[in-house]
Every structure is written in C-alpha cells, then in structure tokens.
C-alpha cells in the first residue's frame, strides 16, 4: 500500500501562484496530479515519469503549470502560475506503477485531495 500526502493548496486571487506537493510511501513509475470540480468528472492535469523525468501537461494548463520530481525521491511539485478561477477544484495526487495514462482508473494510489480557490 502505498500512501500520498498532498500540500499547498489554499485561496489565492485571479493571477497569483500556487505550488502543491506530494509525497509517496512506496514506489512509484508515474506521478500525476489531477483536479476535479464541483459537478464535473476528474481531470488530468500533469504528469511525470520518476525514472525518466518525461512529463505531460493537459492544453488546459499548458505554459501556467509546470510539474517536476524530487530526484532520487517519490515526491512530486505541481507550479501553478496566473491562476485562474476556472482552476478553482480539488487536486489530487496519483501514483501509478503502470506506464503512463491520463485515465484516473489506471492510477492505483490517491492522496486525499488539496482545495485550490482562485478568486476572481
């Protein structure tokens, strides 16, 4: 079993910047970071290969967001600059031992989840 502990969410204003981190017990191949809001299904919004440091970033996101491991750790940052408020939702950290999928259901571990407000 493998544990994600997730930080750094909070209220922030239309532009600011954010910075979540998460932390695995156990060993990971794919760390991903998904968002869900109020009414709507989860959502990919990065992801990164700990053994390769490939990433992917969803067109959403895309040139405001920037995801990036620990080297030598199972731990993961997601940068989050010129918020938004269609940001507003509660992120999710994942962890995969899978190759790499924007599906939530190949994803094995979830942290609790860290509520991201963006006020406009």
């Known amino acids: 079993q493998v544990q994600l502990v997730e930080s750094g969410g909070g209220l922030v204003q239309t532009g600011d910047s954010l910075r979540l981190s998460c932390a695995a017990s156990?060993?990971?191949?794919?760390m991903a970071w998904f968002r869900q809001a109020p009414g709507r299904e989860r959502r990919i919004v990065a992801a990164?290969?700990?053994?390769?440091?490939?990433?992917y970033t969803d067109d959403s996101v895309k040139g405001r967001f920037t995801i990036s491991r620990v080297n030598g750790e199972n731990s993961v940052y997601l940068q989050m600059n010129s918020l938004k408020p269609e940001d507003t939702a509660v992120y999710y950290c994942?962890?995969?031992?899978?190759?790499?999928?924007?599906?939530?259901?190949?994803?094995?571990?979830w942290g609790q989840g860290t509520q991201v407000t963006v006020s406009s």
């Open positions: 994942a962890s995969s031992l899978r190759r790499w999928s924007p599906r939530a259901d190949q994803y094995d571990y």
């Open positions: 990164i290969s700990l053994d390769t440091g490939n990433t």
């Open positions: 156990g060993r990971c191949t794919i």
